[in-house]
């Protein structure tokens, strides 16, 4: 295989590779304001939830920055009533 073939092939895997980071692994978090006194009503959701904060890149340049905190929101918002989320990751794609 010619140089700048090799080249070329490398340039092409890399663009289309994309790469996951795993940020944070937490017990208890919350972005809302949490009356305490209440914690023996509140009732642990069955399933798993997923929340997203996503930006488009355009040739090569960003239209923002993705933020965990909106994506801790939107997690939050799935759930009517939820206050908060347990046992969660926060990772951040590529």
Same mark, same amino acid.
């Given at each position: 295989? !010619?140089? @700048?073939k090799t /080249?070329?092939?490398?340039?092409?895997?890399? *663009?289309?590779?994309?790469?996951s980071?795993?940020?944070v692994d937490?017990?208890v978090?919350?972005s809302?304001n949490?009356n305490?006194s209440r914690?023996?009503d509140?009732? !642990?959701? @069955?399933t798993? /939830?997923?929340?997203?904060d996503?930006?488009? *890149?355009?040739?090569?340049?960003?239209t923002?920055?993705?933020n965990?905190?909106?994506?801790?929101?939107?997690?939050?918002e799935?759930v009517p009533g939820?206050?908060?989320l347990?046992?969660g990751?926060?990772t951040?794609?590529s």
């Open positions: 295989m !010619r140089p @700048s /080249i070329l092939v490398s340039c092409v895997a890399l *663009i289309l590779a994309g790469c980071q795993r940020l937490f017990t978090i919350s809302k949490i305490l914690d023996a509140f009732k !642990r959701f @069955s798993r /939830i997923k929340g997203e996503r930006k488009r *890149i355009i040739i090569f340049i960003p923002g920055i993705p965990a905190k909106e994506a801790m929101d939107n997690a939050i799935s939820a206050v908060g347990v046992d990751v926060i951040q794609n």
